[in-house]
């Protein structure tokens, strides 16, 4: 997989990529990251932004240098897959990773400032927000789909099948994890993850993801009820 994000602060991500899974996969070349720089398609350094029309206070990225990098990334590609992180995008969730990851090429979009021309809608394919609240930058939320992404694909986490028990992966919140020391301050690890019995290890495993879930995220419990009966 390739994925090209368009920002106008590159720098942001140096770190992100020297850590983790992403690194992992960039390593055993499963992922590809380019960054395209707005400034470099800008006729002038200074000219990525301008005042909006109507009298609206703050300052808006200009189309021209967006479009000109996205018609730059997509070079060399048959098909390419261009979001733009916004607040104003359907929430992320581990169902939209899981479909992104299918994804050969994808283009990330990072604004800043009070956003993009409007016109930028016309260029695009999705909306991807990361939550309800608003941030300096789409950079942040960008690093937080590559992050999600980038755990999915071959060999970017030591052990593979630890990410199909990942919360929401079924739908469901996890079940809680146990290690040593067995008691600490008189809380102690539950018998059952002692007993060797794999049956009810299993069987309690289960009842605690559905415990923990209805009681932390009733949410999702309507949401598989749901999907259940449609």
């Known amino acids: 997989m390739t994925i090209d994000i368009i920002t106008s602060v590159p720098k942001i991500f140096e770190s992100f990529l020297s850590f983790g899974p992403v690194r992992k996969a960039m390593e055993n070349s499963s992922l590809v990251i380019r960054f395209l720089n707005v400034v470099d398609f800008a006729k002038h350094p200074k000219e990525i932004d301008d005042y909006p029309y109507a009298g609206v206070s703050g300052m808006v990225m200009k189309i ?3 479009y000109k990098a996205i018609m730059s990334a997509k070079e060399n590609f048959d098909e390419s897959y261009v979001i733009l992180l916004s607040p104003q995008g359907k929430v992320l969730n581990q169902e939209k990773v899981k479909e992104l990851v299918s994804k050969k090429h994808l283009i990330l979009i990072c604004g800043r400032y009070k956003g993009i021309d409007a016109r ?7 909306e991807i927000s990361i939550g309800d609240y608003i941030l300096s930058g789409g950079e ?3 690093i ?5 992404i980038s755990r999915l694909l071959p060999n970017a ?6 990410v199909l028990t990942d ?10 994890y146990y290690t040593r020391p067995y008691e600490f301050m008189g809380y102690v690890v539950p018998e059952v993850l002692l007993s060797g019995d794999h049956k009810k290890i299993e069987d309690w495993i289960n009842t605690e993801k559905l415990r923990i879930t ?3 995220r009733p949410d999702l419990i309507k949401k598989l009820v749901f999907k259940l009966t449609t």
Do not use: C, R, T, Y
């Open 144 to 148: 937080v789909l590559v992050d999600a």
């Open 64 to 66: 021209e240098p967006i």
């Open 214 to 216: 209805v009681q932390k």
């Open 140 to 142: 942040i939320a960008a």
């Open 167 to 176: 919360s929401f992966e079924d739908g469901l919140l996890d079940a809680p």
């Open 120 to 126: 930028v809608e016309n260029f695009i394919d999705e």
């Open 157 to 162: 986490v030591n052990d593979p099948l630890s």
